[in-house]
């Protein structure tokens, strides 16, 4: 059995003390490596937090908001592009917020599209939705937003899928959707970093993590016959 993500294998194993564990192997969505090619990221004239996808009430931003709220009153300049689609809940929370003006939605946009505002980005923002059983989730714009090797800041439970993958390869940094002094700080060192322009990830790989690749680990699987 194939599963994309190591809570997702517990919860296999869980079902059953007759499941053998060793017979469930973790492969990851992954992403496309074609789509990043040929795309040269430029200096933004002002930090750049990107968020790639869709979030309605269960996608909880209120400690993001007051972070975000503290680098304004930093005199800190940034810019939040939204890529996709808000409920009218949540842009209605972050208007309430006074930081309308410093959000840029672009609605939804053809994927590679979107590839280009990934690759652009300062700050990679993925949100897991906090609802139950969220932390064995694995999204596919997780694995695109490493492609880029630039930094991610996930909100979500500590012990989840997606934050363990993100601190185990030093790709950013994950906190609870409340931590506004906590996700205050991280955004402030990386805005620091992106002065210096200091900003992408270095020493690693993210072909690990490319279908190209993980499609060679299905292959090798399949030969075994697990």
Known sequence: VVVVSPHMKLLFVSKSNK?????????????DHKEFENITKEANPEFNITYVGTANKDYDISGFLQALLKLKEANISFKWNVVGEFSEEVKNQIEKSGLLPFVKYHGYLPHSEAIKHTIAADLLLLIIPNVANNKLIYSGK?????????????????????????KENELGQNFFYNEEDKIQAYITNC?????????????????QFSRESLTGELSKLLKKGL
């Open 142 to 166: 997780l694995f695109e937003y490493i492609a880029t090797t630039n930094p991610i800041l996930c909100l979500g439970p500590d012990d989840g899928d997606a934050a363990v993958l993100i």
């Open 191 to 207: 805005f620091k970093k992106y002065q210096n322009n200091d900003l992408t990830i270095k020493g690693f790989n993210p072909n």
């Open 19 to 31: 499941i053998n564990a060793d017979k469930i192997k973790v492969i990851p969505n992954g992403f």
